[in-house]
């Protein structure tokens, strides 16, 4: 979840294709806040260990524009 701003969506596309080379776009899933100030994005990766997945959350939650990471 970030701050609905422009390039949110494509930031966690990118670090999603950086993880995960076969990362469908068009399965990404998109919930705006009830204020319309937040976008809550799903997204569903295929990690190949536990390693790649700490790094993927790391990632995603470092990320400026990303307020949340579950």
């Not at 294709?17 to 204020?35: N, V, Y």
């Amino acid at each position: 979840m970030g701050a609905k701003v422009d390039g949110l969506v494509h930031a966690i596309t990118s670090i999603a294709h950086q993880f995960d080379p076969a990362f469908d776009a068009t399965s990404i899933e998109l919930r705006e806040s009830k204020g319309g100030n937040y976008l809550g994005v799903t997204i569903t990766v295929t990690a190949t260990s536990r390693e790649q997945l700490d790094e993927i959350y790391r990632t995603l939650s470092t990320h400026p524009m990303v307020k949340v990471v579950l």
